[in-house]
């Protein structure tokens, strides 16, 4: 006879009523995602990079297609789709009395609510202008973005770091979730340290002339009076950036999706510190 405080599974049953924002097959996601990455890339390379089609503007298609275009409104709407999974997980894993595993989603998904504001607002620019005009262009001789923007970065981790370090492993009981929420969290974190990093020593600068001069083959077109050097930043900023940041989230839906589906099945044994609690 199970006992008052044992983790049960939420089943069909006791909930008869599943939203259906819950019921979505990560595979869906994916195919989606998939698409609208393909889409994005191969107008890219088509209008701007071979220049097989003309727009007659002088925008390059890179300039509404990642940065403020189709790519980045998708990682928004993701990013609230990631959290309204992360709200109603935290409900029921609380209702089946597991509450290690609530806890992450509770922590994950606040933390993915604050990165959402972050991506919607711009607010580091806020941020970094007004170091700028309190210290000036450099601090210790580093640009005063990354002065401002590393420390910024890593309290918006914080919380996500927090999550996944310290509950992570009542998640990570879901076999299916585990590779997608290793890979999504990394790529994640790939993102956030590069950001953080954008302006230090010209990173992102000398990274986007990089992939010009060896990849597109000086191709990557800068709009007219944007200047060299932000429009090699901008090449990483926009879309190898964004690319990188839509492939995490994905992945780290598909990883709810798929962990949301076990425990719908009743396939998801508690860990012991919830069996002893």
């Not at 923007?149 to 996500?160: E, M």
Request: with cysteine; charged share 15%.
């Amino acid at each position: 006879m199970s006992s008052k405080n044992e983790p049960q599974a939420v089943t069909e049953a006791d909930i008869p009523h599943w939203p259906r924002i819950m019921l979505i097959r990560p595979r869906t996601v994916l195919i989606a995602v998939a698409v609208l990455l393909v889409l994005s890339w191969a107008l890219f390379l088509v209008i701007d990079i071979f220049k097989w089609i003309e727009l007659g503007t002088d925008i390059p298609a890179w300039g509404f297609l990642f940065n403020v275009g189709p790519v980045e409104w998708s990682q928004w709407y993701m990013q609230t789709f990631a959290i309204v999974l992360c709200c109603f997980n935290y409900v029921f894993l609380i209702r089946a009395n597991r509450r290690m595993a609530a806890r992450f989603f509770l922590i994950f998904g606040a933390g993915l609510c604050f990165m959402l504001i972050e991506d919607t607002g711009d607010i580091r620019h806020v941020l970094s202008a007004t170091f700028r005009d309190q210290f000036g262009d450099e601090v210790f001789g580093l640009h005063y973005r990354f002065v401002a923007d590393f420390p910024y970065f890593a309290l918006l981790a914080s919380l996500p770091a927090y999550a996944f370090l310290f509950y992570a492993r009542h998640v990570w009981l879901s076999f299916r979730s585990r590779l997608h929420i290793f890979a999504g969290v990394s790529l994640y974190a790939l993102a956030a340290i590069s950001s953080a990093l954008r302006h230090f020593r010209d990173f992102y600068t000398r990274l986007g002339e990089w992939i010009d001069a060896n990849i597109l083959g000086f191709r990557f077109p800068i709009p007219d009076g944007l200047g060299q050097e932000w429009g090699y930043f901008y090449l990483v900023d926009g879309p190898l950036e964004e690319t990188i940041e839509v492939l995490a989230l994905t992945l780290i839906i598909t990883a709810i999706l798929a962990f949301t589906a076990n425990f719908r099945a009743g396939r998801l044994p508690a860990s012991g510190e919830e069996t002893a609690n």
